[in-house]
Structures are given as structure tokens and as C-alpha cells.
């Protein structure tokens, strides 16, 4: 069983910088690919970014590319997601979660169904 507890969270500025982090444990860190989403009030779930240790490969949402950076410490069982030139439209409560490693390509890192541990979540707030 993977636990995963999410930190770094807060209130910032738009145009500001925050970086989130994932710690696990409970399983072998590097089978695992590992992935962000985020849940804005009133609307689903979705893809964030994903990185899988297989290459390593990287995914991202089109709306974050090029402002977040996803990144992992396999001796610290930790992955980071380093957010930058955040908008009020960033606000939303971020999610860490694994899935066993597969398919690397964009669409199914980016599949939530295939992620089976996930952490309680951080929020978020970016003002305007």
C-alpha cells in the first residue's frame, strides 16, 4: 500500500512561484510513475503533469507547459512539481498519485483512472 502526502501549498500572487511536493511511501518508489492533477471548485479532476522513471519521461497539461516543471528524487521517495508565472485560473486543490509503471505516452499518463494511490491533496489559491 503507497501513501502519499502532498505539501508546499498557499496563498500567492499572480505571477509568483510555488513548489509542491509528494512524498510516498509504503512501496518500491521507482515502479511507480507518479502524477499531479488538481480539482477546481465545481469542476473534475484533471491532468496536471506526469513523470515516469521509465526514460524518465514527462507529461504535461497544455495549460501548464512551459510554466510548471515536474521532477522526482528517487533516494528521498519524492516528487516535486515546481510552478511558475501562476494565474488566478492555477487555483485549485493538487493532488499527488502513483500508478504502477506503463505506458508512457502523453494520453495515458494522463489517464487519472490508471492511478491507484492518491494523496489528500493541497490547496492552491493564486489572487489576482
Known amino acids: 500500500q503507497v501513501q502519499l502526502v502532498e505539501s508546499g501549498g498557499g496563498l500567492v500572487q499572480a505571477g509568483g512561484s510555488l513548489r509542491l511536493s509528494c512524498a510516498a511511501s509504503g512501496g518500491t518508489f521507482s515502479r511507480y510513475d507518479m502524477g499531479w492533477f488538481r480539482q477546481a471548485p465545481g469542476k473534475e479532476r484533471e491532468f496536471v503533469s506526469a513523470?515516469?522513471?521509465?526514460?524518465?519521461?514527462?507529461a504535461y497539461a497544455g495549460s501548464v507547459k512551459g510554466r510548471f516543471t515536474i521532477s522526482g528524487d528517487n533516494a528521498k521517495n519524492t516528487v516535486y512539481l515546481q510552478m511558475n508565472s501562476l494565474k488566478a485560473e492555477d487555483t485549485a486543490v493538487y493532488y499527488c498519485?502513483?500508478?504502477?509503471?506503463?505506458?508512457?505516452?502523453?494520453?495515458?499518463?494522463?489517464?487519472?483512472?490508471?492511478?491507484?494511490?492518491w494523496g489528500q491533496g493541497t490547496q492552491v489559491t493564486v489572487s489576482s
Open positions: 513523470i515516469s522513471w521509465n526514460g524518465p519521461s514527462r
Open positions: 498519485a502513483a500508478r504502477p509503471q506503463g505506458l508512457t505516452t502523453a494520453r495515458a499518463m494522463a489517464d487519472l483512472r490508471k492511478y491507484s494511490y
